[in-house]
């Protein structure tokens, strides 16, 4: 059975594949310069089913946010597409650079 760093690798590699580059970070600190386009992601939460008073299966939550500066892209689709739970939350523009966020179950 895989363990959760084990799916949170896992996830950086698909994360890395779908942008085409190693510019995915997790929770990456405050003193590295980011390039663009990249991902920027981190835990959020996670969904427990509980079968018997006990978790049954757990599938944790990212915060996920793609940077870019391009107003079209086809990242947001590529990342849509890649993976079945995925949700759209917002987009917003700083510093010139479009933040797309995204919260994804892995």
Do not use: W
Not at 23 to 29: A, E, F, I, S, T
Request: proline fraction near 7%; hydrophobic fraction near 35%; charged fraction near 25%.
């Amino acid at each position: 059975m895989p363990t959760p760093t084990d799916k949170r690798v896992e996830l950086q590699y698909k994360l890395e594949e779908i942008l085409g580059s190693n510019k995915v970070y997790y929770r990456p600190p405050e003193n590295i310069k980011l390039t663009y386009p990249c991902v920027v992601y981190r835990l959020r939460d996670g969904d427990i089913q509980y079968a018997n008073n006990k978790p049954y299966t757990i599938k944790r939550s990212y915060d996920v946010q793609l940077i870019h500066k391009s107003a079209d892209t086809d990242l947001i689709e590529a990342l849509i597409g890649a993976f079945p739970y995925i949700r759209f939350e917002n987009s917003f523009i700083f510093d010139n650079l479009i933040h797309e966020n995204f919260v994804l179950y892995y």
